[in-house]
């Protein structure tokens, strides 16, 4: 049986005992940053892992600096508001403020009751 997977979607793929992969397959995810672990059965053990790109940390660096640089954080949180409404987000506002106009639009959105959000 083949199954086709988004490899480029995904972390890390967990393959079990008995799982057959052609060569072919493990270079794709490791081209796409995609980690491939081999485990035991239910992921009782681990027996093998890949790195992907070969142990490079710029990936991961350039998303410290986004996160730790207060502009730089300032503008991913922008971008990732104007994603999910569809809309820029307000001017002049900071990364809390922002945080809490998105769980005021989250919350009336929600057909929970207002009491589940405590």
Do not use: N
């Not at 397959?25 to 980690?35: F, I, K, M, Q, W």
């Not at 410290?64 to 307000?90: H, I, N, Q, S, T």
């Amino acid at each position: 049986m083949r199954t086709h997977v988004p490899v480029g979607g995904v972390a890390c793929i967990m393959l079990e005992p008995g799982t057959r992969v052609a060569r072919a397959a493990c270079a794709l995810p490791a081209r796409v940053g995609t980690s491939l672990v081999w485990i035991g059965e239910a992921g009782v053990r681990l027996y093998s892992a890949g790195q992907p790109g070969g142990a490079r940390a710029d990936r991961l660096l350039y998303q410290a600096k986004l996160a730790l640089v207060p502009d730089l954080r300032l503008k991913v949180v922008r971008k990732m508001y104007a994603l999910r409404f569809g809309e820029e987000p307000p001017q002049r506002r900071s990364v809390e403020q922002l945080r809490g106009i998105e769980g005021a639009r989250v919350r009336k959105m929600c057909l929970c009751s207002p009491r589940a959000w405590g």
